[in-house]
């Protein structure tokens, strides 16, 4: 069986950079098995998969280690598929995915904008783990899916190289640092202590579904710009309306091919 597979950098308009995802549509669901084997091959943080199923499509992510239930990159990814490749013709796309519907649309600018839903961190007791693993003083934490660690600057986040070792019992998937940004209303970076491949993600769409409610509400705006401080770099225009969070970026392809299973 050959199957279609894009590379995609996205949330950035430069090659090389933002956060690459490979993304490979199918006709039809395969076994779990064979797709979290297509994952650990491709060997990058994420691999998306997708089925058109009459007017929406069905889309899945798989790192190389597990399944996750929300990724912001790759549906970006999926996204610049569809309107690049496979329906060039329509504007907007609805997904159907484990955390629901998803949409993404089509700028005049050639960036693409996510709505996916607000998943606004609650405050927590910062885990005395964290305290260990960072060389900067955390000032407050706040917990989704992923626990948000508040720094003081946009330095401090930069500068910092946590001992993921130490993190790896942690009940959350990302571990993020965050602070206000000099050129950007926030700034983060995310890392999964217990990632064999990319302990630190690029470019992470989904954290910001968390990030935006949190920074939305200490800085009295529903409009932000975000920088995630990797070494590949990524911009988000995002905004805040209700319960759902819109994310605008670029994506840039890297190459096109078939696999064979």
């Not at 998969?49 to 790759?74: N, Q, S, T």
């Not at 484990?98 to 005049?108: H, V």
């Not at 935006?212 to 990797?230: D, H, I, Y």
Request: charged content about 25%.
């Amino acid at each position: 069986m050959k199957i279609p597979i894009y590379q995609i950098d996205a949330f950035t308009k430069k090659l090389f950079s933002g956060n690459p995802a490979a993304i490979c549509p199918l006709p039809y669901w395969l076994d779990d098995k064979t797709l979290q084997n297509i994952a650990i091959e491709n060997n990058l943080a994420e691999t998306g998969y997708f089925v058109k199923k009459d007017d929406l499509y069905e889309i899945r992510w798989f790192m190389p280690h597990a399944e996750i239930d929300l990724c912001g990159h790759a549906t970006l990814a999926s996204a610049y598929v569809i309107f690049n490749y496979l329906d060039t013709k329509i504007n907007e796309i609805t997904f159907s995915s484990k955390s629901g519907i998803l949409k993404a649309a089509k700028e005049e600018n050639g960036s693409i904008t996510l709505d996916f839903p607000s998943r606004p961190p609650k405050q927590v007791e910062i885990p005395k783990e964290i305290f260990n693993a960072l060389k900067a003083k955390p000032l407050d934490a706040h917990a989704s899916r992923d626990l948000v660690i508040t720094l003081s600057s946009e330095k401090e986040v930069l500068d910092e190289n946590p001992k993921l070792e130490l993190l790896t019992d942690l009940p959350y998937l990302g571990i993020v640092i965050t602070a206000r940004g000099e050129d950007s209303d926030f700034v983060s970076r995310v890392f999964d202590a217990n990632a064999n491949v990319l302990p630190e993600d690029p470019v992470t769409g989904s954290t910001h579904a968390s990030l935006v409610p949190f920074w939305a509400e200490r800085l009295n705006k529903t409009k932000l710009k975000a920088f995630q401080l990797s070494k590949r770099g990524g911009e988000l225009d995002c905004r805040l309306e209700g319960d759902r969070v819109f994310m605008s970026g670029h994506s840039v392809p890297y190459l096109q091919g078939e696999i064979e299973i």
